[in-house]
């Protein structure tokens, strides 16, 4: 595929709007259930900073909703006009569970999200949690029928061929219930816990080190670490393993080339360390951990893991370069991400979280890298399942829209990448401005109650 093909443009731009979509879904998606617990606490314990947590951040998931749904839209007209021939072919099966995102979902969430912001006066305490939980509901549930659709596209069950050659669904629940999906799901999903704890605490961390809103602060870094420690390392065991070894089972050319492994065998090992060299067929410089890949894929140090030279060159994902460094710094990356906030909840046993000046820098700066590794999982999924738009049954060559040509392309890209990126200025200048104006600091009655925020006002420099 040369930069002159369409379909290269049309990968690209399709490639290009995703990534800068799911930004935005994955801190909803993970800030989510940060709301429900505040709320819960608030209503358990009557204690105003959960309520003031909630508030807060449901500015932060508002603004994100909002710009999520703008930057989810053109993907959805994408299968229309960049792949016609895909959405021809596949569209009676993958059509069904996109509509379903959009009229159980989506509708359900986008209902709630204005009540969780602005309704919580009006609603009173109880049914202002139960929109919080409506929203997260809602949320995942989006991201359920989201993957259900992309998992099918990955492992094809429950289908069948119409007569014009068309996919259709032959049975629903084997389509709906599709184990890649609830694999992917739940792998997912925990993925995007990690980002939003790791956004809670690094908002946390900056609050600390201006030592404004101390409270609030405290708050957000006990929730952020405890819930990305958990998270990141069900991202890895369970759910990151289980995903593995659906790969193995059913995309053996896709592991082989995640791992570089271009002669099989058993006992085969994982690449801590290597280059690999696609015209050479070899791994070069290899530092390996000996049977660690048979475990993951197959259960035994001793499994055969199939290698690249089993495979016809056309089966081949076609770039392997990008997809095993891909799938390599995510794992990297999910690695410091447990070393990090097992270290950050040590600090809290020992009661020096928010006094280690350098950890709190450091939670703070990691706040991109959620972020990046889950660009890099949805890279290695997808450039996995290439050279096939529906694995094994339908080729992305075919599936591009030939009406269509590259310098089209390539200027609704162009169009994309500065509408996005103004966007994206709007985006961040107001949530800025949210973190810079900071949680609810609402006056409680009393003269006690001035005096605190006189005390915590000259602390956090007039921000409290």
């Known amino acids: 595929m040369s930069l002159s093909d369409p379909a290269f443009w049309s990968r690209f731009q399709f490639g290009f709007t995703l990534i800068y979509h799911y930004l935005f879904p994955q801190l909803t998606m993970g800030l989510s259930w940060f709301l429900v617990y505040w709320k819960w606490r608030a209503l358990k314990t009557g204690d105003e900073k959960y309520n003031r947590a909630v508030r807060f951040w449901a500015k932060i998931f508002g603004l994100n909703f909002a710009v999520g749904v703008v ?3 053109p993907m959805e007209f994408q299968f229309g006009t960049n792949w016609a021939s895909f959405a021809r072919y596949a569209g009676g099966t993958i059509g069904q569970t996109l509509a379903m995102e959009g009229m159980f979902a989506f509708f359900l969430e986008s209902a709630f999200v204005g009540a969780l912001i602005w309704g919580e006066k009006r609603l009173g305490p109880r049914y202002h949690f139960l929109s919080t939980v409506a929203v997260a509901l809602g949320s995942w549930l989006s991201g359920y029928f989201i ?6 596209m990955q492992h094809p069950v429950g289908y069948q061929v119409d007569s014009r050659g068309s996919l259709a669904i032959g049975s629903f629940s084997a389509y709906l219930l599709n184990p890649w999906a609830l694999i992917q799901f739940s792998h997912n999903q925990i993925a995007a816990l990690v980002t939003g704890s790791f956004v809670v605490t690094a908002i946390g961390a900056f609050y600390a080190l201006r030592q404004l809103h101390p409270i609030q602060a405290q708050l957000y870094l006990r929730a952020g670490t405890w819930t990305g420690l958990i998270a990141s390392l069900l991202v890895a065991f369970p759910t990151g393993d289980q995903q593995a070894k659906m790969v193995g089972r059913h995309q053996p050319v896709s592991l082989a080339a995640m791992e570089g492994k271009f002669v099989g065998g058993p006992d085969a090992g994982v690449a801590v360390i290597g ?3 696609v015209a050479a067929r070899r791994l070069d410089n290899p ?15 001793g499994s055969y893991v199939h290698g690249l030279d089993e495979f016809p060159t056309n089966q081949w994902p076609d770039n392997i370069e990008i997809l095993y460094y891909s799938f390599h710094l995510m794992v990297t990356l999910g690695t410091m991400f447990i070393v990090l ?8 046993w020992r009661g020096r979280l928010q006094s280690n000046t350098l950890l709190m820098w450091v939670l703070m700066l990691t706040l991109p890298f959620p972020y990046i590794a889950n660009t890099l999982g949805w890279m290695t999924a997808e450039l996995g399942r290439q050279p096939w738009l529906v694995y094994g049954l ?3 060559s075919d599936g591009y829209s030939k009406a269509v040509s590259g310098g089209d392309t390539l200027f609704t890209l162009i169009g994309f990448a500065g509408l996005y990126f103004v966007l994206g200025l709007l985006y961040l200048y107001l949530v800025g401005r949210e973190i810079a104006l900071g949680p609810d600091q609402e006056p409680m009655a009393g003269p006690s109650a001035e005096r605190e925020e006189m005390v915590v006002g000259s602390r956090g420099g007039g921000f409290a």
């Open 71 to 73: 930057t989810g839209i």
């Open 147 to 152: 993957l259900v659709t992309n998992a099918f």
């Open 275 to 277: 280059q690999p060299n």
């Open 287 to 301: 530092i390996e951990m000996p049977g660690a890949l048979s475990f993951l894929a197959y259960g035994h140090f």
């Open 341 to 348: 906030m097992a270290y950050a909840r040590f600090e809290e």
């Open 394 to 396: 339908f080729h992305t």
